[in-house]
């Protein structure tokens, strides 16, 4: 009888294996039902003692106002209460990053006046490209601190501050720089791609724009390997956004009926702009390859900024193709500037309540919109790998990056 017995247990526990395997099986289909996977809830998170941005006005603090022309009023009045050299009522998704991070809003690079390094440096630059400057990109008006100058400043910015710290006998200067060791344990930033496809729009066929992702994104990923090359290890890649619903787009360059989405945004210019992030997304699994010892974290800033257009009302604002400051249409006015219309001056001011708009000036988005776009992405919702922004470093053990 004791056979009997044993063949009863032995039958009663295979029926509870493949229950339990049944359960797990159904947990991991759950899991992935919606199609992207879920953040990870790994508890190793890392501390970045500083963050190098790249990029243009997405995310630009300072830079265009330090070396051109000051950023004007009433940009900065939601938060800073001033002009803060961004185009902006007030942060951008880069100070959120800052916040989240535990660090300080970064100095611009070009800032010469109350600058401070010690938490990283920001070479972003309002309408700048990725591609090099040509005639084409200084006739349309482009910014000539493209990508490829930028990280020019940084190597210059590097060896200059690393020479400058080994230097420096007293705690006050130092406590102004990156200490030597921070430039391989920093996050590097990348959010820049939107000008290359509004250089595009303005002289380019779709065609023509759409044949010339392939270099822009060959162009992007030396970058990465520049930085890789001078000691960075961990990078959060913001792809593009919905360009084809920024208001300036739609309202410069309407469409026709057949090409407007649902959502009022212009359909083609919106597929140029995925197809530039389905070429960069494949090229940074590439990268993940050829870079040992690297973390990049590409972030899907794209399908973040349409969900909030998609349903404005539902987190509290107003029509997406509505702006707050300046003026498009009949006559044009950017936020803070003036212009004489009919022997009258006209400002570019702001509406009354600029928490309620997505788009800050028809081109950047608002305090309010960057900082739910922010909240949405730095949890890893919308990151490949499905990492927070807190633990999107590569863990380097007891090997030191120099």
């Not at 003692?49 to 950023?71: I, K, L, M, Q, Y």
């Not at 702001?350 to 992405?377: L, M």
């Amino acid at each position: 009888m004791d056979w009997l017995r044993s063949i009863y247990v032995i039958g009663k526990w295979k029926w509870v294996l493949r229950f339990g395997v049944c359960l797990v099986v159904a947990y991991l289909i759950l899991q992935n039902i919606d199609g992207r996977s879920k953040p990870s809830s790994s508890s190793g998170s890392c501390h970045f003692p500083a963050v190098f941005n790249f990029g243009d006005s997405n995310s630009d603090t300072g830079a265009v106002s330090a070396a051109f022309n000051r950023v004007l009023s009433p940009n900065g009045i939601t938060f800073f209460g001033k002009p803060s050299g961004r185009y902006c009522d007030g942060r951008l998704i880069i100070d959120f990053i800052a916040e989240k991070l535990e660090l300080p809003f970064l100095s611009a690079y070009l800032n010469s006046i109350g600058a401070n390094f010690r938490n990283g440096a920001n070479f972003a630059a309002s309408g700048c490209t990725i591609e090099p400057t040509n005639v084409r990109l200084c006739k349309e008006g482009f910014n000539p601190l493209t990508l490829d100058v930028q990280l020019s400043q940084f190597e210059q910015f590097k060896q200059r501050t690393v020479e400058l710290y080994n230097q420096a006998q007293s705690s006050p200067i130092k406590n102004i720089l990156p200490r030597p060791e921070d430039f391989s344990k920093a996050l590097y930033t990348l959010d820049i791609g939107q000008n290359d496809l509004n250089a595009g729009i303005i002289s380019m066929t779709d065609e023509e724009i759409s044949k010339s992702v392939p270099s822009l994104i060959d162009r992007f990923a030396k970058a990465i390997e520049q930085l890789y090359q001078q000691g960075a290890r961990s990078f959060w890649i913001h792809n593009t956004g919905p360009i084809g619903c920024l208001p300036y787009i739609t309202i410069t360059f309407p469409p026709k009926p057949e090409n407007v989405d649902e959502n009022g945004c212009v359909k083609s210019y919106n597929k140029l702009a995925q197809e530039f992030n389905k070429q960069m997304e494949d090229r940074m699994s590439l990268l993940r390859n050829h870079l040992d010892n690297a973390m990049l974290v590409y972030v899907d800033i794209y399908t973040a900024k349409y969900s909030l257009i998609r349903e404005p009302k539902k987190h509290g604002f107003v029509d997406p193709h509505g702006y707050c400051c300046g003026h498009y249409g009949d006559y044009h006015v950017e936020c803070g500037e003036k212009t004489m219309i009919n022997g009258t001056e006209i400002h570019g001011t702001s509406c009354s309540n600029p928490p309620a708009y997505i788009s800050w000036d028809g081109i950047h988005y608002s305090d309010a919109a960057n900082q739910w776009v922010a909240h949405k992405i730095l949890d890893g919702s919308f990151s490949d790998p499905p990492i927070s922004i807190a633990e999107a470093c590569f863990k380097t053990s007891s090997k030191t990056l120099t």
